[in-house]
T-cell receptor
Framework: RKEVEQDPGPFNVPEGATVAFNCTYSNSASQSFFWYRQDCRKEPKLLMSVYSSGNEDGRFTAQLNRASQYISLLIRDSKLSDSATYLCVVLAEFMDTGRRALTFGSGTRLQVQP | DTGVSQDPRHKITKRGQNVTFRCDPISEHNRLYWYRQTLGQGPEFLTYFQNEAQLEKSRLLSDRFSAERPKGSFSTLEIQRTEQGDSAMYLC????????????FGPGTRLTVL
């Protein structure tokens, strides 16, 4: 079982649609959670952190359920420019080395169509 | 540009040759990470430096791989006797200090082994 699991998609949605991505993680000691965005053949870039209370950044809303080890990302009013791969990422700290290790899911591909 | 830079951006080599990649992190960042990403997968951790000390290596990093960060600034990743299975995008990321949750990624070096 992968440490971080995502539906690979692709999700094909029309402009203006609302789309939701889900992610589950297996390491209960994970401390921090993120969504990264990766455009085709580009590097990953931080989209937003995910907090236990849920958080919103414009059209994007992230939720975390620690009990179920589940993370979600909701995108409202999809734009063509939202087309990308969305990577679910969890962070755990290894006390012996101090490494703050990011573990990435395989990503969910979103294609917003005109 | 004050972001993470990597050189070269693309490398094509024949099986059995040695290759070396360079990463220049954001200047005040003391933590540096190497990841490998193959098509359809998220980045996978390879190795981690805090300043000049290499504190951790993934089991993905075989004996043919070596990384250095001699002065705690730029880092190099060398692959000896390349194999076709080494073909991937090699990503470098950096972060700062004890709150380095956000890792900033470079554009990557795409390696193709023929």
């Amino acid at each position: 079982r992968k440490e971080v699991e995502q539906d690979p998609g692709p999700f094909n949605v029309p402009e203006g649609a609302t789309v939701a991505f889900n992610c589950t993680y297996s390491n209960s000691a994970s401390q921090s959670f993120f969504w990264y965005r990766q455009d085709c053949r580009k590097e990953p870039k931080l989209l937003m952190s995910v907090y236990s209370s849920g958080n919103e950044d414009g059209r994007f809303t992230a939720q975390l359920n620690r009990a179920s080890q589940y993370i979600s990302l909701l995108i409202r009013d999809s734009k063509l420019s939202d087309s990308a791969t969305y990577l679910c990422v969890v962070l755990a700290e290894f006390m012996d080395t101090g490494r703050r290790a990011l573990t990435f899911g395989s990503g969910t591909r979103l294609q917003v169509q005109p | 540009d004050t972001g993470v830079s990597q050189d070269p951006r693309h490398k094509i080599t024949k099986r059995g040759q040695n290759v070396t990649f360079r990463c220049d992190p954001i200047s005040e960042h003391n933590r540096l990470y190497w990841y490998r990403q193959t098509l359809g997968q998220g980045p996978e951790f390879l190795t981690y430096f805090q300043n000049e000390a290499q504190l951790e290596k993934s089991r993905l990093l075989s004996d043919r791989f070596s990384a250095e960060r001699p002065k705690g600034s730029f880092s190099t990743l060398e692959i000896q006797r390349t194999e076709q299975g080494d073909s991937a995008m090699y990503l470098c990321a950096s972060s700062f200090g004890t709150t380095g949750d956000e890792q900033f990624f470079g554009p990557g070096t795409r390696l193709t082994v023929l």
